[in-house]
């Protein structure tokens, strides 16, 4: 079940309330109790993490594009074997 946010029209009062996706909209607000209540666009609480998901289990090879890898490529430098800087 999805959490609405709520505002007063009339006095400002927020809240959140847990209900059913086919339940009617709450119309009348607890705090000043004036029929002025209205439901609140926000955003969605939920996050596509972990295994399962296009980006690291569709692609293969050199074509993932991991999180960890912050220059787009899959390679990584190694340090030149004779100390010199580069």
């Known amino acids: 079940m999805p ?3 709520y505002q007063c029209k009339a006095c400002g009062h ?9 339940a009617a909209p709450l119309t009348d607000c607890p ?3 004036a029929p002025e ?3 609140l666009v926000s955003a969605a609480g939920f996050r596509l993490a972990g295994g399962g998901w296009y980006e690291t289990d ?5 074509k993932k594009n991991l999180a960890g ?4 490529g899959s390679e990584s430098k190694a ?5 010199a800087a580069a």
């Open 58 to 62: 569709f692609k293969s090879g050199s």
């Open 37 to 39: 209540l209205g439901r």
């Open 14 to 22: 927020r809240l959140e309330k847990l209900q059913k996706l086919s």
């Open 79 to 83: 340090p030149a074997k004779d100390g």
């Open 31 to 33: 705090a000043c109790k």
């Open 69 to 72: 890898d912050s220059a787009g």
């Open 3 to 5: 959490i609405y946010e």
